[in-house]
């Protein structure tokens, strides 16, 4: 069982940056692949980057490469998401989740947090 729990969401003008952090429970954090996904209102989740359990592994989606990064600790079972040049569009709750495998679906992870609001302002 791993447990989830996002930080750092808020308000922020367009243009503007924001850090996300999701700290897990558990001793086998670093054995996880960790993902982000978010869900603007009215819309269905979404993926927005996934880091397998080494980091060497990464990807994203198209309308956030180059302006998001993911990274992790696993020394502090936390994984981050480094959000910059932000857009009105990119406002939604954001969601941390993290499963054995590595995908893009949402379907594919079994463990999810509570989610963060993240709202971008034009």
């Known amino acids: 069982q791993v447990q989830l729990v996002e930080s750092g969401g808020g308000l922020v003008q367009a243009g503007g940056s924001l850090r996300l952090s999701c700290t897990a429970s558990g001793r086998t954090f670093s054995s996880y692949v960790m993902a982000w996904f978010r869900q603007p209102p009215g819309k269905q989740r979404e993926f927005v980057a996934a880091?397998?359990?080494?980091?060497?592994?990464?990807d994203y989606a198209g309308s956030v490469k180059g302006r998001f990064t993911i990274s992790r600790d696993n020394a502090k079972n936390t994984v981050y998401l480094q959000m910059n040049s932000l857009k009105p569009e990119d406002t939604a709750v954001y969601y941390c989740?993290?499963?054995?495998?590595?995908?893009?679906?949402?379907?594919?992870?079994?463990?999810w947090g509570q989610g963060t609001q993240v709202t971008v302002s034009s």
């Open positions: 880091m397998d359990w080494s980091g060497g592994n990464t």
């Open positions: 989740a993290a499963d054995h495998v590595f995908g893009i679906s949402h379907l594919v992870y079994d463990y």
